[in-house]
């Protein structure tokens, strides 16, 4: 989608989000958007593979005048069957490798030039020739020969193919302005090549630490193009498959690093990991996440005198979200208080199979007549039923659902990742930590402590109130919507 004659002011790059998934990062994109209509963005959105993205989720606002979509991981036919003519450069590509693979603090100018990329050495180059096998099959000998050779060999082209693509995306880039990304990764490593490309200044959102998200999800990652169950179970310092992927992922963050005009973080632990990664810490800043509270806030004379006995879940069904904590922990809950349901409120079409696994370990624990799985719905109409908001994921940055469930009146009990322990028990300031509790935290994958804390503030509606009341002065005082759309607003402004 490209409207005529547009001028974008900002060109944001999402990897795996909006428009096709709901709630995280989609979400902030889409307020972003939304809240500043008086500048023109535009997006990049850079998928794995067509067939796991259905349609647009989201209604598209009017000042998204630019969208278009790019998968890292089809398969490429383009070569099949031929000989690919070997290269003059290729030594180049071998220094651009053990970059890839050992760091070092300057930057190859193969990675700035992105002429390089896709005139002198391109893809069919690094990935079809000769040469190409042969130095494939050195490293192999070199590194790990104990691992399986068709292993190795599918990772090195899955993690440097993207390369390449992301070089011809940016040779297509419409003009802009600012280019913008919310995540290091692949979307970064874009956005560096852009910003490298043009001139222009590249801003840097980290929402979660993006090289220890791919540590946890490496295992459930269906873009490695290789054979991976027992390969991958095993510890990751006898791991090199998993070494390599994390390794780059590591590396291509650094370079957003060191490209990026200003780096952003949501809280201050995640500004504290950017600059323990490689960050400049001159470069960075907190800005937290903000809510629609005064629309939210309208949940509120809608709740009943009595706390409801729902404790829900807003959230993907997906494995980083841990579901299946939050299922045994609703098995101990409802040893004790027959009444209460746990909803999951949120899509359930990214991980068929956990979804699945999920729905089996309800009926296994018999709790067909206590969890439910609601799929997507309009929070207005679930958090005013909702007598505790939950989150039991095992990775997060800083989570909208929490402050959304504060700005309407629901405490919340969660997992202690990201900003989860700053929210529910204050972090900004001396001033934040005096407010109190408006919750519970508990460490990940502990159904026991998780059950405990549910029971603990559905049984005492007295604890419950002072919680509900810290939680409306936290969200009313830190998270405004507003504050969070002047500050880049702001920053735009500068940068530009």
């Known amino acids: 989608m490209r409207k005529e004659n547009c001028n974008i002011d900002i060109l944001l790059i999402g990897e795996g989000t909006y428009p096709y998934v709901k709630g995280g990062v989609s979400s902030w994109i889409h307020q972003l958007i939304r809240g500043l209509p008086e500048l023109n963005f535009g997006l990049v959105f850079l998928g794995s593979l ?4 259905g349609d647009i989720r989201y209604e598209l606002p009017e000042n998204l005048v630019y969208l278009e979509s790019f998968f ?6 383009s070569v099949i069957g031929k000989t690919v003519k070997d290269s003059d450069s290729f030594e180049a590509i071998e220094s651009l490798y053990k970059w890839f693979r050992n760091g070092g603090k300057d930057i190859p100018d193969q990675i700035r030039d992105i002429s390089f990329l896709t005139k002198e050495i391109t893809h069919e180059h690094f990935l ?34 993207p390369i390449w693509i992301l070089a011809k995306i940016v040779e297509k880039l419409p003009p802009f302005k600012i280019v913008h990304s919310p995540s290091t990764g692949y979307a970064g490593f874009l956005a560096s090549l852009a910003s490298y490309n043009t001139g222009k200044p590249f801003l840097l959102t980290e929402h979660g630490i993006y090289t220890r998200e791919r540590k946890i999800d490496m295992l459930s990652a269906d873009w490695v193009k290789f054979q991976k169950p027992a390969l991958l179970k095993q510890p990751e310092e006898f791991n090199y498959i998993k070494k390599m992927w994390v390794e780059f992922f590591m590396q291509i963050g650094m370079l957003s690093y060191h490209r990026a005009e200003k780096i952003y973080s949501l809280f201050s632990g ?49 494995s980083i979200k841990d579901i299946k904590t939050f299922i045994r922990a609703m098995r101990i809950v409802v040893n004790e208080m027959e009444d209460v349901e746990a909803w999951v409120v949120g899509p359930t079409d990214e991980d068929a ?38 989150l039991t994921s095992v990775s997060e940055g800083m989570p909208l659902t929490i402050l959304e469930g504060f700005a309407a009146g629901v405490p919340c009990v969660a997992t202690d990742v990201g900003s989860c322990r700053d929210l529910i028990y204050g972090g900004l300031n001396e ?36 919680s509900q009341k810290v939680a409306l002065a936290r969200v009313n005082r830190y998270y405004r919507e507003d504050a969070f759309l002047e500050r880049y ?8």
């Open 50 to 53: 067509p067939e796991e993205y």
């Open 72 to 77: 890292l991981f089809g398969d490429d036919k």
């Open 128 to 161: 079809h020739s000769e040469q190409s096998w042969e130095f494939i099959r050195k490293k192999y000998q070199e590194n790990c020969p104990d691992v399986p050779f068709i292993d190795y060999f599918w990772t090195v082209r899955s993690i440097h193919m």
């Open 270 to 318: 995640a500004r504290e990991i950017q600059i323990r990664f490689g960050a400049d810490k001159h470069k960075t800043e907190v800005i937290p996440n903000g809510v629609d509270v005064d629309g939210l806030s309208q949940c509120l004379p809608q709740r009943s005198k009595k706390v409801p006995h729902v404790i829900t879940l807003l959230g993907r069904v997906v």
């Open 353 to 390: 199979l956990y979804v699945e696994e999920c729905q089996n370990m309800v009926e296994t624990l018999k709790l067909e007549k206590n969890f439910f799985f609601k799929g997507f719905q309009n929070i207005k109409d679930i958090l005013p039923l909702t007598g505790l908001l939950t």
């Open 431 to 466: 001033e934040d930590i005096a407010l109190g509790h408006a919750g519970i935290v508990t460490q990940i994958a502990d159904p026991t402590a998780l059950a405990a804390a549910y029971i603990t503030l559905l049984k005492d509606e007295e604890t419950w109130a002072k």
């Open 489 to 496: 607003r702001a920053i735009y402004k500068e940068v530009s």
